[in-house]
């Protein structure tokens, strides 16, 4: 089948919640920070899950890295390549 032209969703396959993104970067980059919540707006998104199933069936995808382990080495690449 082609897949050229298509979108697909490439995630861990999961759900992350903002906040837990929030601390796990804190964790990442050695920060101790709380966050400051404002008001709900108008058309913000409360539930969103990645569905990677057809990336699976179309290009063989399986993810091999969770959010934190991809965040981490981002994270020290940036610190190796960039300062």
Avoid at 28 to 57: T, V
Avoid at 68 to 81: C, H, L, M, S, V
């Amino acid at each position: 089948m082609r897949v050229a032209g298509q979108s697909f969703n490439i995630a861990y396959w999961g759900r992350e919640y903002i906040i837990d993104i929030y601390y796990k970067l804190c964790q990442a980059l050695n920060k101790e920070s709380e966050p400051i919540f404002g008001p709900e707006r108008s058309g913000d998104i409360k539930h969103s899950n990645a569905d990677i199933s057809k990336a699976r069936e179309l290009l063989g995808y399986e993810p091999e890295w969770s959010f934190e382990r991809g965040i981490k080495a981002a994270i020290e690449w940036y610190r190796e390549n960039l300062y």
